[in-house]
């Protein structure tokens, strides 16, 4: 009788560890997968600045991360400041042009931009960029989609937890739109 009370406690103990193991993995994950989501978006909110600024110089978006690094490391943007009023015609307008650097307006400081292409938490695994243009009403219009796979985000955790075919997403391909989709 006191060996079954033995057995009979261990087993309500080992019982006891695997409900609260069920219990405590998904809100683990959860907890673990909303700072990563977080970290990557983020980037992804960088990223989309940087696709404008080189849309802003060469009129489209990147569509790969060397031609975007290089831009915004070695271009600069053209600022024309007037003074006095273009509508009134008694006064001397004064127009000084200015060059600022493309990484000291969006990178103050010594941010390692190069990082900017490697999706957070996931072993150096780059973002997929891919830019082209749509036609939305007869108007061609430029449009831009990055795309932070979950397999990387989220490699080391349990697949149970995530479907491996679902993606954070920055832009699209398909419509005018470049907000941040998660999964």
């Known amino acids: 009788m006191k060996y079954i009370n033995v057995i009979l406690t261990i087993a309500i103990l080992i019982l006891a560890v695997i ?8 809100i683990k994950f959860e907890k673990i997968s909303s700072a990563r989501y977080d970290d990557v978006e983020k980037k992804l909110k960088k990223i989309k600045a940087l696709q404008f600024a080189y849309k802003d110089l060469k009129g489209h978006f990147a569509d790969n991360f060397d ?10 943007f053209v600022i024309i400041k007037v003074t006095g009023n273009p509508d009134d015609t008694t006064q001397v307008i004064l127009r000084d042009t200015f060059y600022i650097p493309v990484r000291d307006s969006l ?20 973002f997929i ?5 749509i036609i939305l009403r007869n108007v061609k219009v430029a449009v831009f989609e990055v795309i932070a796979p979950n397999t990387a985000i989220l490699h080391d955790l349990n697949l149970k937890y995530y479907d491996k075919r679902k993606a954070v997403i920055l832009g699209s391909m398909m419509e005018a739109n470049y907000g941040i989709i998660r999964p």
Do not use: C
């Not at 409900?19 to 998904?26: G, Q």
């Not at 400081?109 to 695994?125: C, D, F, L, Q, T």
């Not at 960029?129 to 243009?133: I, L, P, Y």
């Open 19 to 26: 409900l609260v193991k069920i219990i405590y993995d998904p």
């Open 67 to 76: 031609s975007l690094l290089h831009t915004i490391k070695n271009d600069t």
């Open 107 to 126: 990178f103050p400081g010594n941010s390692a931009i190069e990082s900017i292409r490697y999706i957070p938490h996931s072993k150096k695994k780059q």
């Open 129 to 133: 960029v891919n830019a082209g243009e």
